[in-house]
């Protein structure tokens, strides 16, 4: 684990599926750098990802999201 934490919110603009949402955590959380991703299930729309900004930046992360095919922005940036 890095010695620095950030987090990132972004907003999934689509209605994504149970299956679709979890491939998506799973796959961010493969990422070097990515220490969590996650959705709740009352706010479907937004993606929490905790990481280290040593090695992955807020706008990598928004590109591979969008590399999943939905259109997503980063919150508060």
Not at 44 to 59: A, I
Not at 62 to 69: A, F, N, P
Request: proline letters at 1%; aromatic letters at 6%; glycine letters at 8%.
């Amino acid at each position: 684990m890095g010695r620095y934490w950030a987090d990132v919110m972004i907003h999934i603009d689509e209605n994504l599926a149970d299956g679709d949402i979890h491939e998506l955590e799973h796959d961010l959380c493969m990422l070097e750098g990515v220490y969590s991703a996650c959705v709740n299930n009352k706010t479907r729309h937004l993606m929490l990802v905790d990481f280290d900004p040593e090695d992955m930046g807020c706008s990598d992360l928004l590109w591979h999201v969008q590399r999943h095919g939905v259109h997503a922005e980063l919150v508060g940036l």
